[in-house]
């Protein structure tokens, strides 16, 4: 049962990733790969901060913060200097991973001695219950702590989600989303999409940032290698989503990436304990985001094959 | 309202696919004249609106807009100053957004754009009785995605964006050059009632001599980067199709002449 509730929280930190690989791949049609970086860079930003003493809300609000920077960083140089998206985000990235060793002083971070935004949830919820640590769900025994985390991190998901949702609606928002959409239009319609780009890439590394810092929190250490390959991971969340919600309505698709990062992770769990070998788990990631973005175009030659026939 | 002054464009400059798309334009507008502009394929009047609209540097020149030097504003910047229709149907709107997103966006054009909300009740009201007067029964839509209109649909919309905030130019290339012929002349017909409506100031490019002698107050023909025939007042309302095909004429007899005039001397001397 523990494990099941650590794959949803898990599952539910990483879908602030997802949504912020589904603004930058998906909004602005950016293949932002910054997030590789900015994700340990939330986590060693919020690590230190702890470890130094300061409260978690603030150090998450930090790890967004360096997020925000290194996302403008990326849509500077390529809106700026003219680099190629992905070189932008390569650059940006691997600059990160220097950035961050020096952030941490070292490559690993423990945090087990540390107040976090996990133990002060697991509080909260004994402060609740009354000091009991288990209770009984359905037959399952339940752990209190583990609970407690995982409802407070559905909490900040809902939250971040929501207030996401509704600045896309905003006058900015819409800007942003129809500069993804048609940089002619906008263009002609006054707003400077250089600024939008730099813009929306700070929010996604935002998002991925904080993402990391609550991942640290979580696993109780920040690890200098811990984002290699999360842009394809969280690509992975979007790409799941998408096909569960199937609609481009833009509430449904951000409740879409949450739901795929938990789905995505629930398929992990899965297969881990199906004797998945860890080490095999980024290939499989990746054949399974190949296969993803392929199956659209296959799907469509075999309809046009039928139609003809 | 629009001065032009002698502006150049060359593309490529310095390589073999050296163009020079623009030499030495100059063109001067009063306020509300709507302006047709005719040409050969690749004489420079798509060019010539894009300068205008700023979406490149012109090497030589000036652009007065408004009373503004804007030869060095930004294309974000001048549409402050300009609305715009353009020859595709889906380069006027945002596909993945509904249509009042698109329209909330065109009321903004050229001002500051913040965190407010872009749905006030008294601006989806006034979307929807705007968009009922296209007739195309996509009042009751506003909320479907753009991508799900027809082009006809679309340009229609796409007008209806560039002149919500009155613009102090319209530039029309080609708007109804990828549509039917029916909804081409509905989008004719709309476009004559907003310019006469708000006495808009209209530069639009056509390649129908149909509409390039019933539209307008003044028609120009550009050939090869320079305005040849400056057609106004009486002598423009004079012109019929038939007298605008037989310039076409004349420019293709003097280029033929060009070219046996080349082919000659190239035979003598090479
Ligand atoms: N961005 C560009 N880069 C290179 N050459 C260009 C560019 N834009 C236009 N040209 C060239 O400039 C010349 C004029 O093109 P323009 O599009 O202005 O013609 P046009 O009069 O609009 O023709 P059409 O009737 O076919 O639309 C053409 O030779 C074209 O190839
Ligand atoms: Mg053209």
């Known amino acids: 049962m523990s494990l099941l509730i650590g794959t949803f929280t898990i599952g ?8 912020g690989v589904f603004i930058s791949f998906r909004i602005f049609a950016f293949p932002d790969i910054t997030a590789d970086g900015s994700i340990t860079l939330g986590a060693s930003v919020a690590a230190t901060l702890l470890v130094h003493g300061v409260s978690p809300p603030l150090a998450s609000l930090a790890a967004f913060g360096a997020g925000m920077v290194a996302g403008a960083c990326t849509g500077t140089l390529h809106t700026r200097f003219k680099i190629n998206s992905l070189l932008s ?24 001695s540390v107040t976090t935004l996990a133990t002060q949830a697991e509080r909260i919820g004994l402060g609740v219950t009354r ?24 909490f900040a998901v809902a939250l971040t989600g929501t207030l996401l949702y509704l600045f896309l609606r905003t006058n900015l928002g819409m800007a942003m989303r129809a500069t993804g959409d048609n940089v002619q239009m906008i263009r002609a319609l006054g707003v400077n999409d250089a600024t939008m780009i730099v813009f929306g890439l700070a929010i996604s590394n935002g998002f991925v940032a904080l993402s990391g810092s609550l991942l640290a929190q979580y696993q109780g250490f920040a690890d200098v290698g811990m ?12 790409i799941i989503g998408e096909a569960l919600v199937g609609s481009n309505q833009v509430g449904l698709t951000l409740v879409g990436a949450v739901m795929g990062s938990v789905l995505f992770r629930l398929m992990v769990a899965v ?20 296969f993803a973005l392929i199956t659209p175009q296959f799907l469509r030659k075999a309809r046009l094959r039928s139609a003809h026939a | 309202m629009l001065e032009v002054q002698s502006i150049v464009k060359t593309f490529n400059s310095g390589t073999p696919n050296e163009v020079h798309s623009l030499r030495g ?59 715009r229709v353009f020859q595709n149907p889906f380069s006027g709107t945002s596909p993945s957004l509904t249509i009042r997103e698109n329209l909330s966006l065109a009321a903004r054009r050229g001002r500051s754009r913040g965190l407010g909300w872009g749905m006030k009740s008294t601006l ?66 709309l476009t004559e009632k907003v310019v006469a409506h708000d006495k808009l100031t209209t530069l639009m490019v056509t390649h129908s001599m149909h509409q390039a002698a019933s539209l307008g107050d003044r028609l120009i023909m550009m050939h090869r980067g320079q305005i040849i025939h400056d057609f106004q007042g009486a002598e423009k309302r004079r012109l019929r199709p038939d007298d605008l095909l037989a310039r076409f004429e004349e420019v293709r007899r003097a280029e033929q002449l060009d070219e046996s005039a080349a082919q000659m001397l190239a035979e003598k001397y090479i």
């Open chain 1, 12 to 19: 539910f930190i990483l879908s602030l990733l997802a949504l």
């Open chain 1, 89 to 112: 985000g390569i650059l940006v990235m691997t600059a990160l991973y220097s950035i961050n060793l020096h952030v941490m002083g070292r490559s690993n971070v423990p945090l087990l």
């Open chain 1, 131 to 154: 000091g009991v640590t288990s209770f009984n769900l359905a037959g399952w025994d339940v752990s209190v702590r583990d609970a407690s985390v995982l409802c407070a991190i559905a």
């Open chain 1, 227 to 238: 984002g290699i390959g999360m842009v394809v991971w969280g690509l992975a969340s979007v």
């Open chain 1, 271 to 290: 297969a881990l304990r199906w004797g998945l070998s860890p080490n095999d788990l980024k290939l499989i990631t990746a054949v399974f985001v190949f």
């Open chain 2, 25 to 83: 334009v100059s063109l001067t507008l009063e306020p509300g004249s709507w302006v047709i502009i005719i040409g050969t394929n690749g004489s420079g009047k798509s060019t010539f609106l894009n300068a205008v609209a700023g979406m490149f540097f012109v090497d030589e020149g000036s652009i007065r807009l408004a009373g503004r030097d804007v030869t060095r504003w930004p294309e974000y910047a001048r549409a402050e100053l300009i609305g």
């Open chain 2, 124 to 189: 989806v009201s006034k979307m929807r009785d705007e968009v009922s007067r296209l007739n195309m029964g996509l009042e009751d839509r506003l909320e479907n995605a753009i991508g799900s209109l027809s082009g006809g649909q679309r340009q229609a919309l796409t007008l209806l964006m560039a002149t919500w905030l009155r613009p102090e130019l319209l530039l029309l290339d080609e708007h109804t050059a990828a549509l039917d012929p029916k909804s081409a002349d509905l989008l004719i017909a």
